[in-house]
Nanobody, 115 residues
């Protein structure tokens, strides 16, 4: 009932930047939180950043100072600005939305940082 459309992934060199976006649509009445997770090959999926409806933001220690999460409430869209990218940032990045107690996931977008 809730669909997430992600965009912005791609291939960049170390030190480069990308901007990811995720728009939520469908039977949306309220969104409690939006965020981004990532999963590298052979690794567990991990939380990268999240933002609540009240504006509280949290980041993984590995991306603090390099990534920035933001939200456009009117568009039900969350963004992730990835700066100073490192090869270890290479992963599939998944959008996540918490709405009415249910968690929804996007299909993921590939971010590859060359080394």
């Amino acid at each position: 009932q809730v669909q997430l459309v992600e965009s912005g992934g791609g291939l960049v060199q170390a030190g480069g930047s990308l901007r990811l976006s995720c728009a939520a649509s469908g039977n949306i009445f309220s969104i409690n939180a939006m965020g981004w997770y990532r999963q590298a090959p052979g690794k567990q999926r991990e939380l990268v950043a999240s933002i609540t409806s009240g504006g509280y933001i949290s980041y993984s220690d590995s991306v603090k100072g390099r990534f920035t999460i933001s939200r456009d409430n009117a568009k039900n869209t969350v963004y992730l600005q990835l700066n100073s990218l490192k090869p270890e940032d290479t992963a599939v990045y998944y959008c996540n939305v918490l709405s009415r107690g249910n968690i929804h996931w996007g299909q993921g977008t590939q971010v590859t940082v060359s080394s």
